[in-house]
Structures are given as structure tokens and as C-alpha cells.
């Protein structure tokens, strides 16, 4: 499995048990909905609220963003993530194309 490690996070192309347990829940949730949408080879959800979960750090890369522009690419994963980002502070949001 690749595994690249940058600022304390892990972007892996499957979770394994040790990454799974380093997300808390609503991480794990987040995760599942976006490799549900964008099937991910690279996926990276972090809390960088401080705990609280106003605030998420996502990063994605996809074969689903070939040939699209990064602002349509950020619109969507917003589309996906529209109910919970209402709650939310604010993002930090990297997408890439494969």
C-alpha cells in the first residue's frame, strides 16, 4: 500500500486499521461519503478545529476530476459534502486529478 505522510496526515489509497483509528467518527463519515462520490486514490480528512469539527482540512486526489478545473472540482466535493459543510467554520480543500 502507498502511503505518503505531509503535516501530520496520511492520504492512503485504502485506509488501513492504524490510519482508520486515527480518525474520530465524523472523519471516518466524511471519508466514507467522499470514497463513495469520487472512488479516491489519494483521500486525507483531518479536524483541524481543535476538536470541535467547525473546521476540515480535505484533501482527494481522483480519477473523477481528469479534465476538470480546479474551481469545478471544489464545487464538487461542496455538492457532496453541501449538509455538513453548513455546519462547518470553514475548508481547507485540495483536489487533484490522477
Known amino acids: 500500500m502507498q502511503l505518503e505522510r505531509h503535516r501530520n496526515t496520511f492520504a492512503t489509497e485504502a485506509f488501513s486499521a492504524d ?16 470514497m463513495d462520490a469520487f472512488e479516491p486514490s489519494q483521500l486525507s480528512v483531518r479536524d483541524i478545529s481543535g476538536g470541535c469539527g467547525s ?32 455546519e462547518w467554520h470553514g475548508v481547507q480543500l485540495n483536489t487533484k486529478a490522477e
Not at 490510519?19 to 467522499?34: A, D
Not at 473523477?64 to 459543510?85: C, S, T
Open 19 to 34: 490510519e482508520e483509528e486515527r480518525l474520530n467518527n465524523y472523519e471516518k463519515y466524511l471519508s466514507s461519503k467522499l
Open 55 to 86: 473546521m476540515f482540512a480535505i484533501s482527494i486526489v481522483s480519477k473523477a476530476f481528469n479534465g476538470v478545473p480546479m474551481i469545478k472540482q471544489h464545487r464538487m466535493v461542496n455538492e457532496v459534502l453541501a449538509d455538513e459543510m453548513k
